[in-house]
């Protein structure tokens, strides 16, 4: 997949003020755009991971680290069907 790169301005006071480098907060941006837009249910979860620069199971475990579930169901029927399944 070909990448494009995207970068914004941060005021090196911010960095100063967090204790933090470019490479870090750069890292720490990624993860939670990523997370975001997985909430958003903008794009996959093998996406979403790839954005964040990990694997799909480390991002899954950063999504529960943020309270945000991979299951999603409409109703109950739903829920229960999948635990049926399961």
Request: negative net charge.
């Amino acid at each position: 997949m070909s990448t494009v790169a995207v970068s914004f301005n941060i005021p090196q006071e911010i960095l100063l003020d967090l204790k933090t480098t470019e490479i870090a907060f750069s890292d720490y941006a990624k993860r939670f755009l990523a997370l975001d837009l997985y909430k958003n249910k903008d794009i996959s979860l093998g996406y979403c991971a790839e954005l964040a620069d990990m694997t799909k199971e480390d991002f899954i475990l950063f999504l529960g680290q943020n309270k945000v579930s991979i299951f999603d169901f409409a109703n109950e029927d739903d829920f229960l069907e999948e635990v049926n399944n399961a």
